[in-house]
C-alpha cells in the first residue's frame, strides 16, 4: 500500500498512516479523535474524545492542522447563534484531505485544503445567474459526528475544526498552494476573508477612493488590508483601542482616529477633504463592529453617493437607528451588509494564498500565537484583552 505524499512544509503531517488507509478500506465506520466541544451554554470548553464517520456521498475528512480562535466560537459557547448544544468548536481551518466519499472528484485525498462555509449548491438563482457568491442553499456534511455515547454534535458553521480530524461536504474544501504554511492561509476560512471581501467584494475598492474602517478587530485590521492590497488612500482606521490601532498601522492604515477621544465623523471628512477638495467623506466605511451607533457613524462618514459596508455582526435585538429619510435619500450611494465577505472560496483563497506566497499580503501578521488544542478556553480570555487578532490552534 503507497502513502499520500504530502509535501507541506514543517507545519504538515507528511503522511497518511497505512493503518488509517486500511481502516477506510475494510469499511470502519467513523474514526476516534480529540476535539474541543461547548457541552452546555456559558460552560468552560473541554477537550473530549468524539466520533468522526467516514465520508458518504460527497463528503469528505480532513486532519487539519491549523484552525484559528474566531469570536464566533465564543458567541457559539455563549448561546448566541442557536442552543442546539454540544457545539463542536473552530471553524478557521486548514489540513489535509484524508478521504473522500463517492462522487467527489473536486478534491482527493492528499490535498492541502483550506475549509469554508460556503460550499455551493450549483442549482439555486444565485447560482444559475452566474452569482454563485450569493449561494441561497449552501450546505454541509450529511452525517453527523457525535460524542463518544453517540449524541450528536453541531459543528460551528458546520465545520468542527478544533479537532484532530472533521468531516465535512467536499464542497467545504478548497485546494489551495500546499507550500503555504496553514496557521496563517486557515484563516481565510472565515475572519480575514470576511474582512478582505468586505473592502474589496462587497465595497469595491479600488485605486483612488477613500476608506475608513470603523473598529479594528480581526475584521476590521483585515478589511484596512483588503484596502491596501487594493491601492485606496487614504485609508482610516476608527477605534478606541491603542493597541487596535497600531495593529491597524501595520496593516496598511494612513490615519488613526481614538473614537473615545474624537469625533470620529468630522475627522474622516477633515481627513477626506485633505486629500480630496470637496469631499464629504470617505467613498468606502467599513462597518466592523455590528453596532447601531457605529453603524451611524459610518452611515454620516461617507462621501455623497458612498457605500456604507455593515460586516460587523450585530446580535438579535439591535436595531437601524432612526435616519430622516430625506438623509438616506440626498446622500445617495449604497448600505450594503457583506456576508463572508462576499466570497467564492474556489476564486478567492487560491488567489488571496498566491498573493500571500509572493509577500504581497501579510497573512503571517494575523497570527498572534499558536497554540495547542487544550488552549481554546484561555484564548477566548485573551479576547476580552484586545491584545490578540488571532490565537490559532496547530494540530
Not at 51 to 68: L, T, Y
Not at 347 to 360: A, I, K, N, S, W
Amino acid at each position: 500500500m503507497v502513502a499520500v505524499p504530502r509535501g507541506h512544509g514543517d507545519h504538515a503531517i507528511n503522511t497518511v498512516g497505512l493503518n488509517e488507509l486500511e481502516s477506510h478500506e475494510e469499511g470502519d465506520t467513523m474514526q476516534q479523535v480529540k476535539a474541543v466541544v461547548a457541552l452546555s451554554k456559558g460552560a468552560p470548553v473541554e477537550v473530549v474524545t468524539i466520533n468522526v464517520p467516514d465520508p458518504g456521498p460527497g463528503e469528505a475528512v480532513v486532519k487539519v492542522q491549523a484552525c484559528g480562535v474566531c469570536h464566533t466560537d465564543l458567541h457559539y459557547r455563549e448561546g448566541g447563534i442557536n442552543d442546539d448544544f454540544p457545539f463542536l468548536l473552530g471553524h478557521e481551518a486548514a489540513g489535509i484531505v484524508e478521504a473522500v466519499g463517492e462522487g467527489v472528484t473536486s478534491v482527493m485525498a492528499g490535498d492541502f485544503v483550506i475549509l469554508n462555509w460556503r460550499a455551493v449548491c450549483g442549482e439555486c438563482r444565485a447560482c444559475n445567474r452566474g452569482e454563485p457568491q450569493y449561494c441561497f442553499a449552501t450546505h454541509n456534511a450529511t452525517q453527523k459526528m457525535t460524542l463518544e455515547d453517540g449524541t450528536e454534535l453541531s459543528p460551528a458553521l458546520g465545520i468542527g475544526a478544533f479537532a484532530e480530524k472533521t468531516l465535512v461536504a467536499a464542497g467545504q474544501c478548497t485546494k489551495v498552494d500546499p507550500s503555504a504554511r496553514p496557521a496563517a492561509v486557515g484563516l481565510l476560512g472565515c475572519g480575514v476573508m470576511a474582512g478582505l471581501g468586505a473592502a474589496i467584494n462587497t465595497g469595491n475598492v479600488t485605486r483612488g477612493k477613500s476608506v475608513a474602517v470603523i473598529g479594528c478587530g480581526g475584521v476590521g485590521v483585515a478589511a484596512i488590508a483588503g484596502s491596501a492590497l487594493a491601492g485606496a488612500s487614504p485609508i482610516i482606521a476608527v477605534d478606541i483601542d491603542p493597541q487596535k490601532l497600531e495593529q491597524a498601522t501595520k496593516m496598511g492604515a494612513t490615519h488613526v482616529i481614538n473614537s473615545s477621544e474624537t469625533d470620529p465623523v468630522e475627522e474622516i471628512k477633515r481627513i477626506c477633504a485633505q486629500t480630496y477638495a470637496g469631499a464629504e467623506g470617505a467613498d468606502v466605511v467599513v462597518e466592523a463592529v455590528g453596532h447601531p451607533e457605529t453603524w451611524k457613524q459610518a452611515f454620516y462618514a461617507r462621501d455623497l453617493a458612498g457605500t456604507v459596508v455593515l460586516v460587523g455582526v450585530p446580535t438579535p435585538e439591535m436595531k437601524v437607528p432612526e435616519l430622516p429619510l430625506i438623509d438616506v435619500f440626498g446622500r445617495g450611494g449604497s448600505l450594503k451588509s457583506s456576508w463572508y465577505g462576499d466570497c467564492l472560496p474556489s476564486r478567492d483563497f487560491p488567489m488571496l494564498v498566491d498573493l500571500y506566497q509572493q509577500g504581497r499580503l501579510d497573512l503571517d501578521a494575523f497570527v498572534t500565537e499558536e497554540i495547542g488544542i487544550g488552549d481554546v478556553e484561555a484564548a477566548f480570555e485573551r479576547m476580552h484583552h484586545g491584545d490578540v487578532l488571532r490565537s490559532v490552534v496547530v494540530i
